[in-house]
């Protein structure tokens, strides 16, 4: 039998989303937090301080070009260790313009080294898909840059176990040994998953859900995506993923009670 793969939950911080986490998702569970432009770095971390009072354990998206200064980043950097926070999320971030020094993910991770101490866990993103503004070797070039600083790579949302499976062979290849997570969509209407992932930049792997073809069936029930089948390919996977990293757009009440999931249970509504 295969074993599960543990799960962790992406959230994005609107209002309410923590009360909606602590009804609908057991304390203990792994959450990472989005960090989107209009929203702003500080709306990350005070929603995940408050998860991480709360019992959760929590990964904070921190957006490179979000930040205005290094004495900004050590204040956040704080908050986070204070509450129980171990590990942070580094990318560049989709803000148009740096706010302060950071103009991209390798410098901001040179200075949350060098503020924790190096402490402080740091995953980057993967793309096995490639990125909507630079091509796949620019991508992994990048990722060669700064795996010295990194704790683990989580992919891009994607919706090819096979791709994940090349893209997770090919940084072996290049000698990145860092754990993968494999961003995969939770349940979620299929509408509103092909306008989200457009957005992204998602590109071959996302033409399934067009299609009427025998996969498509599999992941499509009355006209919305589940991710069951894709995550049992992917914990065949080898070389074998670290584990399974959940878009949940904020549907954090109808992901299903997933059995393959470890310390990212659902409860029961």
Request: aromatic share 4%; with cysteine; glycine share 10%.
């Amino acid at each position: 039998m295969t074993n599960p793969l543990p799960v962790r939950l992406e959230i994005i911080p609107t209002d309410g989303i923590v009360a909606k986490v602590q009804t609908h998702v057991s304390a203990g569970s792994t959450l990472t937090v989005t960090c989107l432009p209009h929203h702003g770095v500080e709306t990350t971390v005070r929603a995940s301080v408050q998860l991480g009072q709360l019992g959760y354990k929590v990964i904070p998206h921190l957006a490179a070009r979000s930040i205005g200064s290094r004495a900004q980043l050590a204040g956040m950097l704080r908050d986070c260790e204070a509450a129980g926070i171990t590990e942070v999320f580094a990318i560049g971030g989709d803000a148009p313009e740096a706010a302060g020094p950071y103009n991209n993910s390798g410098r901001l991770m040179e200075d949350i080294a060098d503020l924790t101490g190096g402490t402080m866990g740091i995953g980057v993103a993967g793309y096995p898909e490639g990125h909507p503004k630079h091509n796949e070797l620019q991508m992994l070039d990048a990722l060669l840059e700064k795996q010295h600083l990194a704790s683990s790579v989580v992919t891009q949302m994607c919706f090819s176990a096979p791709r994940i499976g090349w893209y997770t062979e090919l940084l072996r290849r290049e000698g990145v040994d860092l754990p993968v997570w494999a961003g995969v969509a939770g349940a979620v209407p299929r509408a509103k998953l092909i306008s989200l992932a457009t957005k992204i930049g998602v590109g071959p792997s996302l033409k399934f859900l067009n299609r009427k073809g025998p996969l498509a069936r599999r992941l499509l029930n009355a006209g919305s995506y589940s991710s069951r089948s894709l995550v049992s390919e992917l914990a065949t996977m080898d070389p074998a993923l670290a584990g399974i990293h959940l878009y949940t757009f904020n549907n954090v009440e109808t992901q299903p009670a997933m059995a393959w999931s470890d310390g990212a249970d659902a409860k029961a509504s």
